[in-house]
């Protein structure tokens, strides 16, 4: 079992910045690759960006390219999104998630990962 903590979520105005943590227990991160997900009121949730087991390979969906940067940190069983040039459509809450079954790549299906945390509100006012 894996235990997932996000932090560092809030209030901010549009243009502004936010890093994201999970932080991991219960098994070592490096072996799984890790994705950011997130759910805005009344939409559906989607995959925000996702890191394979080592860190040296990421993806990213076009609405956070060149804005958002998703980075880990094994040895210390953490997982960070920084996220830059924040707009109003950011709004959401979100998620980190790790992909137990597969162990490789980078996947954007929620169905494919299986442990989540319990997400934390990042709000930006325009």
């Known amino acids: 079992q894996v235990q997932l903590v996000e932090s560092g979520g809030g209030l901010v105005q549009a243009g502004g910045s936010l890093r994201l943590s999970c932080a991991a227990s219960?098994?070592?991160?490096?072996?799984?690759?890790m994705g950011w997900f997130r759910q805005a009121p009344g939409k559906e949730r989607e995959f925000v960006a996702g890191i394979s087991r080592t860190g040296d390979s990421t993806y990213y969906v076009d609405s956070v390219k060149g804005r958002f940067t998703i980075s880990r940190d094994n040895a210390k069983n953490m997982m960070y999104l920084q996220m830059n040039s924040l707009k109003p459509e950011d709004t959401a809450v979100y998620y980190c998630a790790a992909d137990a079954r597969r162990g490789f790549g980078i996947t954007m299906r929620e169905s494919d990962y299986d442990y989540w945390g319990q997400g934390t509100q990042v709000t930006v006012a325009s």
């Open positions: 219960g098994r070592t991160l490096s072996r799984y690759p």
